[in-house]
């Protein structure tokens, strides 16, 4: 199972991004997807999770009304838009897949991940 992130970029504090990641290699809808994230010096953290039919969907407490997680089966690609992005948002963004509906949020639980794509966020 591939997993191809894009998306990230520099942007001021109060912009929006939105990433994208595109996953072949395993039939999509069968995947829960999440997105997770690594800022300098510190370890990699949950941000969001999908089912696989797109029915639920779990954020950390810090970007709770702020992101959003969706997904486009039919494009075997998952998306995270971000909204009133803060400095502390600036991290590298990975994308990870598993099997099966459950909203997990640790790393271990995922076995398929993507490369980062790097978000700045300038004050």
């Not at 942007?11 to 300098?40: E, H, I, K, Y």
Request: proline share 2%.
């Amino acid at each position: 199972v591939q997993l191809q992130a894009s998306g990230g970029g520099l942007v001021q504090a109060g912009g929006s991004l939105r990433l994208s990641c595109v996953v072949s290699g395993r039939t999509f809808s069968s995947l829960s997807m999440g997105w997770f994230r690594q800022a300098p010096g510190k370890e990699r953290e949950f941000v969001a999770v999908i089912t696989p039919r797109a029915g639920t969907t779990y954020y950390t407490d810090s970007v709770k009304g702020r992101f959003t997680i969706s997904r486009d089966n039919a494009k075997n690609t998952v998306y995270l838009q971000m909204n009133s992005l803060k400095p502390e948002d600036t991290a590298d963004y990975y994308c990870a897949a598993r099997g099966g509906g459950h909203l997990v949020n640790r790393l271990i639980d995922y076995e398929y991940w993507g490369q980062g794509t790097l978000v700045t966020v300038s004050s």
